[in-house]
């Protein structure tokens, strides 16, 4: 298996851009969860899905901030608009229902909102 | 509110030596604990994961304990290499909290040859 896919892998954009990060889970897997990596803050949970439907977001930080999964091997991570505080790393990673909760990443976004 | 701590948060040591990280947690009602490897600018690498159940979970040269009552787990690494240099996160589910994974800030590890 290819394991997680993301992309960009690199992102930089204006102030006021839309962004969208992509994401692709392992087959099979029908848990989606999207995280967000900065110095300051660590890893932070934004939203997960199960079966493409959104669980908790109670990790996404404003409305300027969007997640969908429209089947269950892709989803999408919007931002718009960008602003330079939400430059960071995201990560998508995926899980199976019976794995104990056994967590696999994708590479991640670096992402630079100048 | 849960709470994840890694001690120490950097650590140096020459090769060959065996060392432990430790992570902390304040909320004991936990699913799991998870312990990952980051490489810089790369993703995130699952090492062990323990149940609540459990006491430890061995692979190689690494070995995970977990003491869910005292809300402490360890990662201990035997004969460490060069290559197991990197940062090693640890992260809990609690038992209410579904799916979300709580991380700690990382242990840096840098093995020296």
């Known amino acids: 298996d290819a394991g997680v896919i993301q992309s960009p892998r690199h992102e930089v954009t204006e102030m006021g851009q839309e962004v969208t990060l992509r994401c692709k889970p392992i087959s099979g897997h029908d848990y989606l969860f999207w995280y967000r990596q900065t110095m300051m803050r660590g890893l932070e949970l934004l939203i997960y899905f199960n079966n493409n439907v959104p669980i908790d977001d109670s990790g996404m930080p404003e409305d300027r901030f969007s997640a969908k999964m429209p089947n269950a091997s892709f989803s999408t991570l919007k931002i718009q608009p960008s602003e330079p505080r939400d430059s960071a790393v995201y990560f998508c990673a995926s899980r199976n229902r019976g794995a104990y909760n056994e967590q696999f990443f994708g590479p991640g976004t670096r992402l630079t909102v100048l | 509110k849960q709470e994840v701590t890694q001690i120490p948060a950097a650590l140096s040591v020459p090769e060959g030596e065996n060392l432990v990280l430790n992570c902390s947690f304040t909320d004991s009602a936990i699913y799991n604990l998870q312990w990952f490897r980051q490489d810089p600018g790369k993703g995130l690498t699952s090492l062990l994961l323990i149940q609540s159940s459990q006491r430890e979970q061995t692979s190689g040269r690494l070995n995970a304990s977990l003491d869910k009552s005292s809300g402490r787990s360890t990662l201990y690494i035997a004969a460490s290499q060069p290559g197991d240099s990197a940062t090693y996160l640890c992260?809990?589910?609690?038992?209410?909290?579904?799916?979300?994974?709580?991380f700690g800030e990382g242990t840096q590890l840098t093995v020296n040859p």
């Open positions: 992260a809990v589910v609690r038992e209410t909290s579904g799916s979300r994974l709580t």
